[in-house]
T-cell receptor, first 117, second 114 residues
Framework: AQKITQTQPGMFVQEKEAVTLDCTYD???????LFWYKQPSSGEMIFLIY??????QNATEGRYSLNFQKARKSANLVISASQLGDSAMYFC??????????????FGKGTKLSVKP | DGGITQSPKYLFRKEGQNVTLSCEQNLNHDAMYWYRQDPGQGLRLIYYSQIVNDFQKGDIAEGYSVSREKKESFPLTVTSAQKNPTAFYLCASSMVAGGNQPQHFGDGTRLSIL
């Protein structure tokens, strides 16, 4: 079974609008962390935002926020006021503290976001 | 500026040849990682090292080897045993392994078969 599922292979959003990128995860750990990364066409991976499983507040970093619903095991990324430079691949990743991944990151397959002018 | 430097940006391998991808970091991070990315896919872990002179296999280590003789350096060798090496390779580091510290990535090396 996939540990991280990103169900949207591609998304389009109009410039200046908000967009939500979906991520669901599967773990039996009580302690884990969720990360979102952006990968522009140039290839580097850019860290965007982190949410810990015990964090009570949803994480926010500038225009990025994480809609964390623990009971549903979802950690959706919300980008507000989209810009042309937001066009990229976006990856959700999870780190389990005690799971079989030895504390390493497990990545989803990504969502390609295209921002239209 | 602190960061992770991968070289070369593009690399070509002939049949039966070993090639080595360089990864250097000046972030003073203990942990380093190598990932492979195939088109349209997420990242898969090849090897990781939590501390100097120690490393562990990741999910797809077959056909690859690494060394960690210095804290700053974690080179990856793609051996001739790796039958399908064409991919994008990313090196990353983090302050320590695990925890809530994000991994920081280099710009990647694109490896192709001649």
């Amino acid at each position: 079974a996939q540990k991280i599922t990103q169900t949207q292979p591609g998304m389009f959003v109009q410039e200046k609008e908000a967009v939500t990128l979906d991520c669901t995860y599967d773990t039996s750990d009580q302690s884990y962390g969720l990360f979102w990364y952006k990968q522009p066409s140039s290839g580097e991976m850019i860290f965007l935002i982190y949410q810990g499983s015990y964090d009570e507040q949803n994480a926010t970093e500038g225009r990025y926020s994480l809609n964390f619903q623990k009971a549903r095991k979802s950690a959706n990324l919300v980008i507000s006021a989209s810009q042309l430079g937001d066009s990229a691949m976006y990856f959700c990743a999870m780190r389990e503290v005690y799971g079989g991944s030895q504390g390493n990151l497990i990545f989803g397959k990504g969502t390609k976001l295209s921002v239209k002018p | 500026d602190g960061g992770i430097t991968q070289s070369p940006k593009y690399l070509f391998r002939k049949e039966g040849q070993n090639v080595t991808l360089s990864c250097e970091q000046n972030l003073n991070h203990d942990a380093m990682y190598w990932y492979r990315q195939d088109p349209g896919q997420g990242l898969r872990l090849i090897y990781y090292s939590q501390i100097v002179n120690d490393f562990q296999k990741g999910d797809i280590a077959e056909g690859y080897s690494v060394s960690r003789e210095k804290k700053e350096s974690f080179p990856l060798t793609v051996t001739s045993a790796q039958k399908n090496p064409t991919a994008f390779y990313l090196c990353a580091s983090s302050m320590v392994a695990g925890g809530n510290q994000p991994q920081h990535f280099g710009d990647g090396t694109r490896l192709s078969i001649l």
